[in-house]
């Protein structure tokens, strides 16, 4: 499994948008990709069954109270968390291209980093 259950890009909270002077610009956010045992993808695809099933049997719930509803919201939320939980145990995955570009990035001198 490469890709995050829900759709988009994952930004790192370890980078920032802001470029400190010893740093390239960044272009654009980190993805994330992880790669996860079958288990994984198995209670990644159960977890995202069940929040669809919860999110599709809300939308024709006629006269439920408010208190159901919440309860029902609820347990959406705590599906998503265990979900993320599940995906962030998988084991990341850095393509080739990415380490080459980071080795490089490491080995350039200083001053050939301004050179824009």
Do not use: K
């Not at 272009?27 to 159960?46: F, S």
């Not at 069954?49 to 705590?78: K, P």
């Not at 968390?81 to 084991?91: G, K």
């Amino acid at each position: 499994m490469s890709t995050a259950p829900f759709p988009g890009s994952f930004v790192s909270p370890l980078r920032s948008n802001t470029a400190s002077p010893g740093d390239l610009p960044m272009l654009r956010p980190v993805t994330v990709r992880r790669r996860g045992n079958p288990q994984q993808g198995h209670a990644l695809e159960t977890l995202g069954h069940a929040i669809e099933y919860l999110t599709d049997t809300r939308m024709f719930s006629i006269g439920d109270t408010a208190e159901r509803a919440r309860a029902e919201a609820e347990a959406v939320q705590i599906m998503m968390r265990a979900s993320r939980a599940v995906f962030e145990e998988c084991a990341e995955f850095v393509p080739l291209h990415t380490r080459i570009a980071r080795r490089l990035q490491a080995a350039m001198p200083e001053w050939m980093r301004f050179l824009d």
